[in-house]
């Protein structure tokens, strides 16, 4: 195929330089002939009857430099260099491997515990906590609404104690460590503050992750517990209090993972999370706060889908838009705020129950992508996760495929080897264009918090799952095991890691335990402290802290607010 000329230097004769857009277009004119050419012949051949399509929209059979024509020198740099599609660190994985980060978390704080040591010890490099559905939400173990759900999906925590047990003989100034949780997110990033006081910990040198990203579950996973208003409040307080007193935590992880994970496609999910990104820092300045005394510490958090390419492309995409805006829009000086520095996941949505050994295969996948599209973080999906909560002996396949990958395959000695590629490269241009179209939609609604409050956003991820579901039973789409190649031999049997109904009836003893130890007039009077606080303006995170350190619980301070700040109810939409 005919390659194009580079255009020659900016400061050749003019004759050359008309010699050469002469000798450009010649090859243009040769190019559009040798692709009407092969045209023809595509068109006369036999195709499979399915449809040739990515997340949303159908892909083109090939790519040339007609279709990467758009994108210039510029918009791709360097590594290190703005725009950063190419990677934020000029090293790439040659200076510093991704952050291998397994999420885990399972039963009581003391079970969860022996699994971050078993992940340590094989070679893990930084702590990921999965939290139970009562905590995700704010209430205790012994709370009646969390009667048989404690350490079912996830770890319980429900104060400062569990908390210390949770990372006990884990030193926390030597691991980075992730916490998703979000609604309650400031409870248990002081329950972890206060943890590490025990330890005898500063904590300014305390590295991780809070999640603490509430738009996003307004939009799709639906763990929140105080309206918007007072719950960007509390964020705000964070990002304020821990650039001062955390300054090497990220206190916050805008996350696309559930978005996508609720049905909508790589567009919707970069450009609703990004949105849900400005709106954050919108909030922030508002607040008086200099924007780059707090944008360093914002991170990211990415699903990894199953189209290669299309993933790859949108976390270029990500970070180049990123730039662009808080360098143009929001006014960044501070390289650090430019950067989008985010940790990734294998999709939990596409694994199967239907022959669950295929998830091995598929993981491996979409692990490479997102080390391919330069991701700092990573996290594998177990093989069994569609089914339970992963056993030790999946955990360990999961990690070995990111050692794998890390140390056999080659993928991380380049930075960004698909770079230049006409199909990844046009793609890229593609779904930052989209983005841009959805940023301009959000707008003329309102913006994020109105597209909430209305259910536009809501609406567009329904619509995009539903049509997904209809290309899968229509067989559009085709899921291996599940609508094609389904075989009628017994399904292979894995081990499941089942939680004891015992653990609930543990937890419920600690917590008793544990209140009648504590001082109990010391609770009462820092929660009225923090109830009195929450009608002013006043940065609400000492006050939380306060409440931490003294063992109050995690419903008892989210109760404390939620007399001031009312519960969250969701509008009807559909």
Known sequence: MTKLKSPGSKTAPDSELIATIEEQSAELRLLRQEVAEWKKKYEKGELRDIAFTNSEKEVQPIYTPLDAAETDAEALGMPGFYPYTRGVHPTGYRGRLWTMRQFAGFGSARDTNERYKFLLAHGQTGLSVAFDFPTLMGYDSDHPRSEGEVGKCGVAISSLADMETLFDGIPLDKVSTSMTINGPAVILYCFYIAAAEKQGVDSAKLRGTIQNDILKEYMAQHAWVYPIEPALRLIVDCFEWSAEHVPRWNTISISGYHIREAGATAAQELAFT???????????????????????????????????????????AARRIWARHMKQRYGAKDPRSLVMRFHSQTAGVTLTAQQPMNN?????????????????????????????LPTEESVQVALRTQQVLAYETGVPNVIDPLGGSYYVETLTTELEREAEMYFRQIEEVGGVVRGLETGWLQRKINESAARQQWEIEQHRRVIVGVNDFVTDEPELKIELLKIAEATEREQRSRMAKMRS???????????SALREAAKTSQNLMPFILDCARAYCTLYEIRAAMETVFGAYREPVFF
């Open 274 to 316: 990004l949105a849900d990104g400005f709106t954050y820092v919108e909030r922030g300045i508002a607040r008086g706060l200099d924007v780059d005394t707090f944008a360093p510490r914002l991170s990211f958090f990415w699903d990894i889908h199953n189209d290669f390419f299309e993933e790859i492309a949108k976390l270029r």
């Open 517 to 527: 130890e504590r001082d109990n007039d010391l609770v009462e009077k820092r929660l």
């Open 360 to 388: 091995v295969i598929r993981v491996a996948y979409q692990a490479m992508a997102a080390v391919l599209g330069g991701t700092q973080s990573l996290h594998t999906n177990s093989m069994d996760e569609t089914l339970a």
